[in-house]
């Protein structure tokens, strides 16, 4: 399928180019938008409130901004690695993913990425934007506010590609200006940096340390499943060095001063740990303390911000779903795909802001990605490790039924949280005896990078 327009960047019509390689006549951009493309969207209240969570785990200032900063790092370096694959290949990342897990394995992390970013990051981000137009424009209401979110991100989305680059690279702009703003006025908060000096002989809080790092992780690193995404579509000659540079940087720069901006406003609003999870709204909480003007401009700008961030997830979420490689037979495919997944995560986001527990809701969801996204991403860069210089695009439009990395995927993940998950619902027994928090990402990084490398090795099929 091609796109038939005779301006190649024309942000006004429908994409038709779905999973396909993206033609050269098709391909324009420049490596610095990807700067906007990953900043825009991290600049929401969602960012925030990883960043928030430090406090809610017990830690204290300067142990939340260290763990936000390692987390956001590991996952930034890997974003602007997987970034610089789009354009060569002229291929969507899941398809990329075919390399490394084969024809039928890649149905694991291209279903996941499809759940996790179509629907569920969709339904976090929503909530998120639905809150803060509400405290923004009360007369809506909480179901039209929840209404106009949806119907805005879902459009945006469904036209594709070139809307979405302009829209995140002008956004970006606006959104930039505002947090400026909110971050002076935060890091000036009388009490901002203040902390309570540790008992004597009080051991490192390794456990909120985890916690927290993982929960960044898991923000950051989630965009790393669809990071070709939006790189396919420029010239194949592209400098590849200052491309991953501005992806990751990018990502890594957005979310790690926005979460840093979390740690410090909800150290002065909860001053006692224990208070941060009764916080009804965190997002009136947080905005009550600009005086009120600026307030409804902070408003305005999360739920920018959301939309901005659920463009992404909305839309890269149907290009997982078609990576799966169903032949649904129709040339906007694409763009139906993405109506789709708007429907299903506004009726979950309906039942996320009618249940209203938004802290724990938010705290399990992004360790439940950093626990796929994690082994996918150390499968995939190992394989590209090993594949040595073959030609990526070419072998992912034929894929052969590899089970190398679909096995040292779903061990590693299933080993990972078995041993060392730490969440409400569920505590492994290696994080309880240990006490160490959260390392599933961590442990099932380096073992699915390990057991990927035996595997591929045993593998007829495997392309290494």
């Known amino acids: 399928m091609t796109n038939t327009n005779t301006n190649p960047a024309s942000a006004g019509a429908i994409e038709t180019n779905d999973v396909a390689p993206i033609p050269a006549g098709e391909r324009h951009g420049k490596p610095w938008h990807l700067f906007t493309v990953w900043s825009s969207p991290n600049l929401e209240f969602a960012t925030v409130f990883v960043g928030a969570l430090a406090i809610g785990f017990g830690l204290n200032v300067w142990q939340g901004l260290l763990a936000v900063f390692v987390g956001n790092a590991l996952a930034g370096i890997t974003h602007g690695i997987l970034s610089t694959w789009g354009p060569e290949a002229g291929l969507p990342q ?14 694991i992390p291209a279903g996941m990425s499809t759940l996790v970013a179509g629907i569920g990051w969709f339904a976090v981000n929503t909530i998120s934007g639905t809150f803060a137009l509400v405290a923004l424009l009360p007369a809506l209401g909480t179901y039209g506010a929840l209404a106009v979110i949806i119907l805005v991100q879902v459009g945006v989305a469904f036209v594709g590609h070139n809307l979405i680059q302009k829209w995140e690279r002008y956004a970006s702009y606006l959104l930039a200006v505002v947090w400026i703003i909110v971050i002076v006025t935060i890091f000036t908060l009388p009490g901002a940096f203040n902390s309570a000096a540790p008992a004597a002989g009080a051991a490192f809080p390794w456990a909120g340390f985890t916690l927290t790092a993982g929960a960044a992780y898991g923000y950051t690193a989630g965009w790393t499943a669809f990071a070709s995404d ?4 420029l010239p194949a000659n592209t400098d590849k060095k200052a491309l991953g540079w501005f992806a990751g940087l990018g990502n890594f720069l957005s ?3 926005i979460m840093a901006v979390g740690v410090l406003a909800f150290n002065v609003l909860a001053g006692n740990p224990g208070d941060f999870w009764g916080i009804a709204n965190p997002t009136s909480a947080f905005t009550a303390q600009f005086n009120p003007t600026f307030g409804a401009i902070v408003l305005l700008a999360i739920v920018i911000g959301s939309v901005s961030a659920n463009i992404l997830n909305v839309y890269s979420g149907a290009m997982s779903f078609l990576a799966m490689g169903f032949n649904l037979g129709f040339k906007t495919r694409r763009a139906i795909m993405v109506a789709l997944a708007g429907l299903v995560g ?10 209203g527990n938004v802290g724990h809701q938010l705290d399990a969801f ?10 996918w991403i150390a499968v995939v860069l190992t394989e590209r490790i090993l594949s040595k210089g073959k030609d990526a695009g070419a072998r992912a439009l034929a894929p052969k ?6 096995a040292a995927f779903v061990i590693a993940t299933a080993v990972s ?9 569920y505590t492994g027994p290696l994080a309880s005896a ?18 990927f490398v035996v595997f591929s090795k045993l593998d007829a099929n495997s392309k290494n």
């Open 366 to 375: 992004l360790l439940v990605v950093s626990y796929w996204v994690s082994p």
């Open 417 to 425: 949280i078995w041993g060392f998950a730490a969440q409400v619902m």
């Open 346 to 355: 506004g009726l979950i986001s309906y039942l996320g802001v009618v249940d």
């Open 434 to 451: 240990w006490g160490v928090g959260d390392l599933t990402a961590l442990v099932g990084f380096v073992l699915a990078a390990a057991l």
């Open 401 to 406: 039924s590899s089970w190398a990395g679909a």
């Open 94 to 107: 899941m398809v990329l993913s075919r390399n490394a897990f084969g024809k039928l394995g890649n149905l």
């Open 255 to 257: 979310t790690t001063m």
């Open 230 to 233: 939006y790189t396919r579509y």
